[in-house]
């Protein structure tokens, strides 16, 4: 009779890289290959007979997706992680704020359908004062998402982070160089991911992180770092854009046409806004420019069908 080893398996995908995954299967983990499976990491799979395959991918709770980077990869999805219960954007306290870039992780973020949280890392390269201007812009940007602001090097205000961990699967975004690998270290209280330093010149890290990896926290619950990502081109909306800039579309709800654009009809409330001084121009023009990104890509989708 054949021995449980053979049959079919179901785990949760801990680690992929260069097309295998590692699967978690009880206390074994098991590396099997890519070849024809969505897959990410965070999924949970069941294995052919051999565990050599991924056999089928379980129904996702939520998913972090963006559009695939690459001149040839506009209309394919990229699913950064699966199953992840809250997704922590890490920004860097000691750069310039970029509202733009914060507002798209942001949209990716709550597109997932995952709980997020903004926070503000190595605080403690920075005084007082620039402390309090990276929160209020952070705020400015959130739309009601909560703001954390702490130091993974020191260990300042870990414990809000640790709190919003509470024993789930937590994924980070980023870009490179916002010392998610540091965090990542800190709330496990090992150095399992390796760090490296940040460029002078421009601010980003050196990728330190090359692949996507599940690490267990003490007291259950699981931590994923994923590598810094460039570009953040969104996938097709699940509601992030609206609720990243919730503010502008409340707005719109008093514009005198439903279509409105928001460029020079008239009766336009969101305008209007921008004229009193009451919003920021810039953060309607990149709203604007989210929306517009994903009316092309959903063109490309039906085009490539």
Do not use: Y
């Not at 402390?131 to 130091?151: D, H, M, N």
């Amino acid at each position: 009779m054949a021995g449980r080893a053979h049959d079919d398996a179901e785990g949760l995908i801990v680690r992929i890289d260069r097309g295998w995954s590692t699967v978690r299967i009880g206390d074994e983990e098991v590396r099997t290959m890519n070849v024809g499976a969505d897959v990410a990491v965070g999924d949970v799979v069941v294995l052919d007979a051999g565990r050599e395959r991924v056999a089928s991918v379980r129904p996702r709770r939520t998913a972090i997706v963006r559009r695939a980077s690459g001149e040839g990869h506009r209309a394919l999805r990229d699913v950064v992680a699966a199953n992840v219960d809250v997704v922590f954007v890490v920004q860097a306290s000691d750069l310039p704020p970029n509202p733009r870039r914060t507002e798209r992780e942001l949209a990716l973020a709550l597109d997932s359908g995952a709980e997020v949280v903004l926070v503000a890392n190595k605080c403690d390269l920075v005084g007082p004062a620039e402390r309090e201007e990276v929160r209020r812009s952070l705020e400015e940007s959130a739309c009601g998402t909560p703001v954390l602001v702490a130091s993974a090097a020191t260990g300042e205000g870990m414990d809000a982070v640790r709190a919003a961990c509470a024993g789930r699967t937590v994924a980070l975004v980023g870009a490179s160089g916002a010392g998610k690998s540091t965090m990542v270290n800190a709330l496990v209280g090992d150095d399992v991911q390796r760090t490296g330093e940040v460029r002078t010149g421009d601010g980003r890290g050196r990728h330190t992180t090359v692949a996507a990896e599940l690490v267990p926290m003490p007291g259950g619950g699981w931590l994923l770092d994923t590598p810094g990502l460039r570009a953040v081109a969104l996938w097709l909306g699940a509601g992030g854009i609206e609720r990243a800039f919730a503010d502008v579309f409340a707005l719109a709800d008093g514009c005198r046409f439903r279509d409105c654009a928001h460029a020079d009809e008239p009766g336009c409330a969101v305008r209007g806004a921008v004229e009193r001084g009451d919003l920021d121009a810039a953060r309607v023009a990149s709203m604007r420019q989210l929306v517009r990104e994903e009316q092309e890509l959903e063109e490309a989708v039906r085009s490539a069908r």
